[in-house]
């Protein structure tokens, strides 16, 4: 068996890079003025399936957190290639200052106030279970009480969604890595 290679970077910066690519999640929430914010999040994980609860790591620091605890729900939406540009942008600025409820084109959602992304393949929405502190992130548990999405039967079919590489890198489809 052939000697791992080492890889640049800290164990902290390395070891959730090695369970990379993960699936890009826009994460809305309401602010106080009743218009939606989105973050991205790539920490997130079903932990139950009877009942359906997912986990979403967030820093208490992010304003998302300060808004699904105030507003104690959140929709989890999947993004595909094509709504790249704006992840990115959703991605790299905070809420807190700076308006994100024009960035996407907002639905209402089945079963809570937080819109979903109308143009994302999939969403999932959820009603605040409970918030867990772990080292400098929160695992907020939503119990999913509505989901949907277009073109999959148990498998995505018509299109796919947008995989996050680590830092600012992405993929999707057959397309390499997007340029940082």
């Known amino acids: 068996m052939p000697e791992p290679e080492s890889c640049p970077g800290t164990l902290t910066g390395l070891y959730h890079r090695l369970l990379s690519p993960r699936i890009p999640a826009l994460i809305v929430s309401l602010r106080e003025d009743g218009l939606p914010n ?23 620091g992010r304003f998302t957190h300060t808004l699904i605890e105030r507003s ?7 993004p595909d290639l094509p ?19 024009r ?23 959820c009603r605040l279970n409970r918030l867990i502190g772990v080292g400098d992130h929160s695992i907020i548990l939503g119990d999913v009480v509505h989901a949907s999405a277009r073109g999959f039967d148990g498998v995505w079919r018509s299109s796919s969604p947008l995989l996050h590489a680590g830092t600012t890198r992405y993929l999707g489809g057959e397309f390499p890595v997007a340029p940082d």
């Open 103 to 125: 960035l996407f084109r907002y639905v209402p959602a089945a079963k809570v106030k937080a819109p979903v992304i109308g143009e994302a393949i999939g969403s999932i929405e």
């Open 83 to 101: 709504l790249l540009p704006k992840v990115r942008l959703a991605g790299s600025r905070s809420g807190a200052a700076f308006d994100k409820s």
């Open 38 to 60: 989105v973050m991205v999040a790539a920490w997130h994980t079903p932990v139950s399936v009877n009942p359906p609860i997912l986990a979403v790591a967030i820093a208490p």
């Open 72 to 78: 104690g729900e959140f929709t989890v939406n999947i």
